[in-house]
């Protein structure tokens, strides 16, 4: 169906207006209302959106859908209800952005389960050993970005989804931040927004989360894990400044309070980059 309710979607300047000729003439077919609300009912995310922020997510679905190939690897076969499962979890991210922030790379794959990724570690003797570690995603600079299918049906599944755990977020989170080069937690920021102010908070935040994660480690074997369940965030965070923008941007959707209790002045970087702000929206 030709959709010309995207029209709202764009606002009046010459290059909104080229944008939606562009799109009416790329016939999207927009996502039927009753697959989408049975789709997404469960996404936390989506339960916080209001009537009119859902409809509009389901209309940049509708694009997303139009521009990008998803397909199953491994014999998977992908149906409609994943393809909006994708597609509603990817465009959150960008529902006050642009579609075309996911210009450059077409291709969905996903995998059945968790997919293992073959690397070379060097150990302290010179010794390589090459191990495989099962990944739940991963997004490649210019390249496609991989999913796995069980971690998909978790994060839909109202009774077993972990708290703020979203991989479709993650990955597409890293697709944003590699706007600028590798993936690196410095993301192209708008235009009013501070690179200082982006790089003084999240470092500060990510070496206080480190140590946390540190700490709670060390104690782990005493205390049973229960000081390192008790961080908010994925510890995996801790990883990376690039996995920290990543995880921090699941737990910004998923849980809002949780960012904002734990690096409140993180949150304001994100409500200023996703131009949203979640925690309003209860
Ligand atoms: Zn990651």
Not at 53 to 62: A, T
Not at 148 to 160: E, K, M, N
Not at 220 to 245: H, M, N, T, V, W
Request: charged content about 25%.
């Amino acid at each position: 169906m030709l959709e010309n309710l995207f029209r709202p979607l764009y606002r009046t300047t010459a290059r909104a207006f080229r944008r939606a000729r562009a799109l009416t003439s790329r016939k999207v077919e927009l996502i039927d209302l009753d697959a989408w609300n049975n789709a997404t009912a469960n996404y936390r995310f989506v339960q916080r959106l209001t009537t009119e922020e859902n409809r509009r997510l389901r209309l940049i679905s509708s694009d997303f859908l139009a521009r990008k190939v998803i397909m199953g690897a491994a014999g998977f076969e992908i149906t409609e209800l994943m393809r909006l499962q994708i597609a509603a979890q990817a465009c959150i991210l960008i529902l006050e952005l642009d579609v075309d922030f996911y210009d450059g790379w077409r291709e969905i794959i996903v995998y059945p389960g968790q997919f293992a990724k073959t690397h070379d570690v060097i150990d302290e003797f010179g010794v390589v050993h090459t191990t495989r570690d099962p990944l739940a995603g991963e997004a490649w600079l210019d390249g496609p970005v991989v999913l796995s299918h069980a971690d998909l049906a978790q994060t839909a599944d109202a009774v077993d989804r972990g708290d703020g755990y979203n991989v479709v977020i993650h990955e597409f989170a890293h697709k944003l931040d590699m706007l600028n080069g590798e993936a690196n937690g410095y993301p192209p920021l708008h235009r009013g927004m501070s690179k200082e102010t982006w790089k003084r908070t999240f470092l500060a935040a990510y070496l206080a989360f480190c140590k946390q994660v540190d700490e709670a480690d060390a104690l782990a074997r005493r205390d049973g894990g229960k000081a390192l369940d008790a961080i908010l965030i994925d510890p995996y965070a801790a990883q990376s400044p690039a996995e920290f923008f990543a995880v921090i941007s699941e737990v910004f959707f998923e849980m809002p309070e949780d960012v904002h209790e734990t690096f409140p002045a993180v949150y304001q970087q994100l409500k200023a980059f996703y131009k949203q702000d979640p925690l309003a929206r209860q």
